[in-house]
């Protein structure tokens, strides 16, 4: 999951980062470094990052701060992880670092491993990407059909589908162009479990598609799988 994450590391000593940025390499991270926050801020405005390793001592604007400006409403509350690194240890400094809207905060010195595993765990944490929404309408061998309401249009007139093959139909548009299987058409389709209604279907929808049924060129067969829709 982390192999390719690529991490923001900001510290104001060379020394540090430059282990810092070896190590978390070392450890299968894409690293980009920067020294104080005016070079984070550059490097974000430039670059997506997975996660910030972040110290809270800095000269000019400190690790706090950038945080804080990171999550402000004003900066479209960024969401992209932070951990801090401080030599300050006392349990005010940490509330105050999560308070900031960091995700966890690591005191110096500190294991190497022990941050790899802490960074892990807030990647781990992070909500799923959202599922792409399905597409509004696919085009196909002149054919336009509008998922949302179950239409099927050629040269803008409307193709009369049954309420059955119009569920197949949007089942594969959803999808596609990848297989679906016959049990999952079946139930989006509402055919009671009842994977051959799919089979009895897909042969009906194909005479109205097709230009040769018995050879299909969009709604595919997928051995061992079910059905594709294979747009234009």
Do not use: W
Not at 12 to 27: F, H, K, Q, T, V
Not at 173 to 194: H, K, M, T
């Amino acid at each position: 999951m982390t192999d390719a994450a690529h991490l923001l590391v900001v510290d104001d000593d060379p020394r540090l980062r430059d282990l810092l940025r070896r190590y978390l390499a070392e450890s299968g991270f894409r690293v980009t470094a920067a020294a104080d926050a005016g070079e984070a801020r550059a490097r974000l405005a430039s670059f997506s990052f997975d996660l910030i390793v972040l110290d809270v001592m800095m000269p000019g604007e400190t690790g706090l701060a950038l945080t804080r400006s990171l999550r402000s409403p004003e900066n479209g509350g960024n969401p992209v992880p932070v951990l801090l690194l401080t030599a300050m240890a006392e349990a005010e400094d940490r509330v105050n670092g999560l308070e900031s809207g960091a995700d966890d905060y690591l005191a110096k010195p500190f294991e190497p491993r022990e941050l790899v595993l802490r960074i892990r765990n807030i990647l781990q944490r992070r909500p799923p990407p959202d599922e792409p929404a399905p597409p509004a309408e696919l085009c196909f061998a002149g054919f336009r059909f509008d998922v949302a309401r179950g239409e099927l249009f050629r040269d803008g007139e409307l193709v009369r589908l049954t309420a059955g093959e119009s569920a197949l139909l949007s089942g594969l548009a959803q999808g596609a162009p990848a297989a679906v299987s016959r049990e999952d058409l079946s139930r989006a389709a509402q055919f009671s479990g009842n994977v051959r209604n799919v089979d009895v279907q897909m042969t009906r929808l194909r005479r109205k598609v097709e230009p040769d049924p018995r050879n299909p060129r969009y709604l595919q067969t997928v051995r061992g799988t079910g059905y594709a829709l294979r747009p234009d």
